[in-house]
C-alpha cells in the first residue's frame, strides 16, 4: 500500500522514506501523512506522534513529484488541484498548496506549489456496520440522506468507503439487496 505512494517521490527521498518504513514496520502500519515542504524537512505524521526526517525539499523535487502525480500532463488535472488536492490510485489524496490564480472569485489555476501532503488511505473493513443500520431503510430497500461529520483525521472516508462497499454488495444478514448509488451535481 505504501509503494503506491512512495512511487511519485524522486530517488533519493523514496530510498530515504523506503529504508525507514521497512526498518520500522509499526511506522509503516501507523503512517497516516507524508506532509512535504520546500525548504522545509519532510514530515511524517501517525496518530501518536510526528516525525521529522532532516532532508530539505527543494523546489525542483516538488515540481518532479507533482508532474508524476499528474502524469507529466500537469495541464490535465488542473481542475482537480484547483480543488486543493489530488486523487491518486488506492484512494491516497495529496493536498496542494501554493499560489492561487482567481477570476471572477474562482480558483482557475495554482503555481508555485510549495507544498504537497499525502494522506495515506487505509481500508477497514467492517468498520461501518454499526452505522449501517442508522443509514439502510430496509423498509425501502434504499439508504436515507446522511451526513458523516468528525475532525480530520478521524475517520470519514475509511467509513463512507466501507459503508459503500456494504451497501453496494448487500448485506444478507438484514436481507439488504445491493444498490448503485448514484451522485447527483
Do not use: W
Not at 14 to 39: F, P
Not at 116 to 144: M, T, W
Not at 158 to 177: P, Q, V, Y
Request: with cysteine; hydrophobic share 35%; glycine share 6%.
Amino acid at each position: 500500500m505504501i509503494e503506491e505512494i512512495l512511487r511519485y517521490f524522486p530517488n533519493q527521498i523514496y530510498t530515504l522514506l523506503q529504508d525507514m518504513l521497512r526498518s520500522d514496520l509499526n511506522l509503516q502500519r501507523e503512517l497516516q501523512e507524508i506532509r512535504i515542504r520546500v525548504g522545509r524537512s519532510i514530515l511524517l505524521k501517525t496518530r501518536q506522534a510526528d516525525l521529522i526526517i532532516d532532508y530539505q525539499i527543494s523546489t525542483s523535487e516538488i515540481l518532479q513529484i507533482l508532474e508524476r502525480l499528474c502524469e507529466n500532463s500537469i495541464y490535465a488535472y488542473r481542475n482537480q488541484m484547483c480543488e486543493g488536492f489530488l486523487t491518486v490510485k488506492g484512494g491516497h489524496r495529496i493536498g496542494i498548496t501554493g499560489t492561487v490564480v482567481t477570476e471572477n472569485g474562482k480558483i482557475i489555476n495554482l503555481k508555485y506549489v510549495t507544498s504537497l501532503n499525502f494522506r495515506i488511505a487505509r481500508e477497514v473493513i467492517n468498520c461501518s456496520n454499526q452505522l449501517l443500520k442508522e443509514v439502510i431503510d430496509l423498509e425501502n430497500n434504499s439508504i436515507y440522506n446522511t451526513l458523516i461529520v468528525s475532525p480530520p483525521g478521524k475517520g470519514k472516508t475509511t467509513m463512507l468507503r466501507d459503508m459503500i462497499r456494504n451497501i453496494s454488495n448487500g448485506i444478507n444478514e438484514i436481507h439488504f439487496k445491493g444498490m448503485t448509488l448514484r451522485c447527483g451535481r
